[in-house]
């Protein structure tokens, strides 16, 4: 099993909708989760950053952290054109310096 | 402007020839890190740095030796390369007191061995 999941997609959703992108993790002792979206051929990009259970809203995004049941989420409201891009999640490993990465979720938002 | 700078942005070698990629930050970081992502598996760690003169193995670490003689520069030496290290490099940083905090990237480094 993979250590951090993610539907690879692509994920399509029509412009002004809600896109939601969910990742899960197979570490108990995973302590802190990043969502970084990508272009392509370009660097990650950090979109938002959650380390306890419950929701963290920015702007149109809105990550969703559930430890019990191990997964992360990120909510994309007003989905924009501009969206189209793979969605990576990152998780890190309680005293360590290790990240993980998922492979990504490509996002295609149609205008 | 903070950033990570990698250079070069492009680099096509043959193999076997030595070459390395410098890496360079400008936020004062104390730690640094090399990955190497390909289609499919996404990002994987080469090597990290905690601070300067402490490296350590990522997932991926062989074929590829790094330095950190000074806090700012983590360059990534290839010192035979081959066909399968062709693939897009990022170095990354980080700052803060904490394992925690989120990674920033440079823009990356495509490089093709032939």
């Known amino acids: 099993q993979k250590e951090v999941e993610q539907n690879s997609g692509p994920l399509s959703v029509p412009e002004g909708a809600i896109a939601s992108l969910n990742c899960t993790y197979s570490?108990?002792?995973?302590?802190?989760f990043f969502w970084y979206r990508q272009y392509s051929g370009k660097s990650p990009e950090l979109i938002m950053s959650?380390?306890?259970?419950g929701d963290k809203e920015d702007g149109r995004f809105t990550a969703q952290l559930n430890k019990a049941s191990q997964y992360v989420s990120l909510l994309i409201r007003d989905s924009q054109p501009s969206d189209s891009a793979t969605y990576l999640c990152a998780v890190n490993i309680v005293g360590s310096y290790k990240y993980i990465f998922g492979t990504g979720t490509r996002l295609k938002v149609l205008a | 402007e903070a950033q990570v700078t990698q250079n070069p942005r492009y680099l096509i070698t043959v193999t076997g020839k030595k070459l390395t990629v410098t890496c360079s930050q400008n936020m004062n970081h104390e730690y640094m890190s090399w990955y190497r992502q390909d289609p499919g598996l996404g990002l994987r760690q080469i090597y990290y740095s905690m601070n300067v003169e402490v490296t350590d193995k990522g997932d991926v670490p062989e074929g590829y030796k790094v330095s950190r003689k000074e806090k700012r520069n983590f360059p990534l030496i290839l010192e035979s390369p081959s066909p399968n290290q062709t693939s897009l490099y990022f170095c990354?940083?980080?700052?803060?007191?904490?394992?925690?905090?989120?990674?920033?990237f440079g823009n990356g480094t495509r490089l093709t061995v032939t």
């Open positions: 570490d108990r002792v995973s302590q802190s």
């Open positions: 959650i380390y306890s259970n």
């Open positions: 990354a940083s980080k700052g803060g007191s904490t394992t925690n905090s989120p990674l920033h």
